[in-house]
C-alpha cells in the first residue's frame, strides 16, 4: 500500500471494518475478564465466611471447655 496516494473508499470501509472487529473482540475480553474477577470475588467472600464461622465455632468451644473447667475446680476447692 502506498502512503503517499490518498485513501479510498474501501481503504476506508476496511479499515473501519477492522477497527470495529478488534472493538467487539476487547469487548469480549472486558466481559470474560469481569466475569473471571466476579467469580474470584465470591469464591473470596465464601472462603472468607468460611474461616469466620470456624473461628467463631473454636472460640465458642474453647470458652465453653474453660467455664466447664472453672466450674469443677471451683467446687472441688468449695467442697461439693
Keep these: 500500500m502506498d502512503l503517499s496516494a490518498p485513501a479510498t ?3 476506508i470501509a476496511e479499515t473501519r471494518a477492522d ?3 478488534d472493538i467487539v473482540d ?3 475480553d472486558l466481559i470474560q475478564a469481569k466475569a473471571d474477577l466476579l467469580q474470584s470475588l465470591a469464591d473470596a467472600k ?3 465466611l468460611k474461616w469466620t464461622i470456624g ?3 473454636a472460640a465458642v468451644a474453647i470458652n465453653t ?6 466450674m469443677l475446680a471451683l467446687m472441688r476447692v468449695d467442697g461439693h
Design 55 to 57: 473461628v467463631i465455632l
Design 9 to 11: 473508499k474501501s481503504d
Design 65 to 70: 471447655v474453660i467455664v466447664i473447667g472453672a
Design 19 to 21: 477497527l470495529l472487529h
Design 26 to 28: 476487547t469487548r469480549a
Design 46 to 48: 465464601a472462603d472468607i
